[in-house]
T-cell receptor, first 113, second 115 residues
């Protein structure tokens, strides 16, 4: 079975500063993928970034980057130059082999002007 | 533009009533999924389908039913057996070629409440 733990129910950051959201996971699959999804108040789930476990290089998408520590089964999301539009729930998820996509319980990010 | 359309946006159910949530996609995706989202619970998988006329139970299938008669459509019925249906329901789709590599695309969701 796969599990995802997001230990920070809520986080806040000042506009233009950097924030890191934590995620740890567990899977018995050797080949798996990790995702961060954003859910703004509109409730639509939006893919932010994804990481293939076999790649050592951390994924980056504009202001969003991950710190993937495979041995520690850690997959944190860093948001640089935070903007008001980044305020949302952020979900970490893992999917391996024929396993289903499993989500964490989410972290609510508040961006203060 | 390609995407996933869920309807209605809001739905109310009376006691003992079955209701059906619609999900349509024009992304030509083979796989479709239904999730339930409760406060503080994240997303939990109800049912999924990887091919027409076939579907599998997810983690919380009791009280729900689905059909997959067309590739584009994957409606979810919340039956009267589901005693706590109030939640936000999200439909998603993805390709099944290299399943793990393809992210799921989500609809805008349906909020279901009991009258």
């Amino acid at each position: 079975a796969q599990t995802v733990t997001q230990s920070q129910p809520e986080m806040s950051v000042q506009e233009a500063e950097t924030v890191t959201l934590s995620c740890t996971y567990d899977t018995s699959e050797s080949d798996y993928y990790l995702f961060w999804y954003k859910q703004p108040p509109s409730r639509q789930m939006i893919l932010v970034i994804r990481q293939e476990a076999y790649k050592q290089q951390n994924a980056t998408e504009n202001r969003f980057s991950v710190n993937f520590q495979k041995a520690a089964k850690s997959f944190s999301l860093k948001i640089s130059d935070s903007q008001l539009g980044d305020a949302a729930m952020y979900f970490c998820a893992v999917q391996g082999g024929s396993e289903k996509l499993v989500f964490g319980k989410g972290t609510k990010l508040t961006v203060n002007p | 533009d390609g995407g996933i359309t869920q309807s209605p946006k809001y739905l109310f159910r009376k006691e003992g009533q079955n209701v059906t949530l619609s999900c349509e996609q024009n992304l030509n995706h083979d796989a479709m999924y239904w999730y339930r989202q409760d406060p503080g619970q994240g997303l939990r998988l109800i049912y999924y389908s990887q091919i027409v006329n076939d579907f599998q139970k997810g983690d919380i299938a009791e009280g729900y039913s689905v059909s997959r008669e067309k590739k584009e459509s994957f409606p979810l019925t919340v039956t009267s057996a589901q005693k706590n249906p109030t939640a936000f329901y999200l439909c998603a789709s993805s390709t099944i070629r290299e399943v793990s590599n393809q992210p799921q695309h989500f609809g805008d969701g349906t909020r279901l409440s009991i009258l």
